[in-house]
């Protein structure tokens, strides 16, 4: 069993910065792309960054130069350091990330999303 585990959620104001970070915890063999993703309420969700295994990163132009994406390979985890947060980035956020549990067995994972909420 997977599972991708959030933390760093929360209520901010604008221009303030937040952290999140998501831990992959399991029987894990391999992870490739790490990824954040955000909801806000009757949207679609939507890619806000992603970083793979060899550390390179993408970025929504809506948080480009406000967001950086990381991740610790040796702790399975990833984080997302949101900076200049605007009332627009709110939304539910979610971990995804493609991880292989044998070397030919992979498919996608969630985690269960963390509330991020800017207040103007």
């Known amino acids: 069993q997977v599972q991708l585990v959030e933390s760093g959620g929360g209520l901010v104001q604008a221009g303030g910065s937040l952290r999140l970070s998501c831990a992959a915890s399991?029987?894990?063999?391999?992870?490739?792309?790490m990824g954040w993703y955000r909801q806000a309420p009757g949207k679609q969700r939507e890619l806000v960054a992603g970083?793979?295994?060899?550390?390179?990163?993408n970025y929504t132009d809506s948080v480009k130069g406000r967001f950086t994406i990381s991740r610790d390979n040796a702790k399975n985890t990833v984080y997302l350091q949101m900076n200049s947060l605007k009332p627009e980035d709110t939304g539910v956020y979610y971990c995804?990330?493609?991880?292989?549990?044998?070397?030919?067995?992979?498919?996608?994972?969630w985690g269960q999303g963390t509330q991020v909420t800017v207040s103007s």
């Open positions: 399991g029987s894990v063999f391999s992870i490739d792309v």
């Open positions: 995804n990330a493609w991880i292989k549990r044998t070397p030919k067995l992979g498919r996608d994972y």
């Open positions: 970083v793979t295994s060899g550390g390179n990163t």
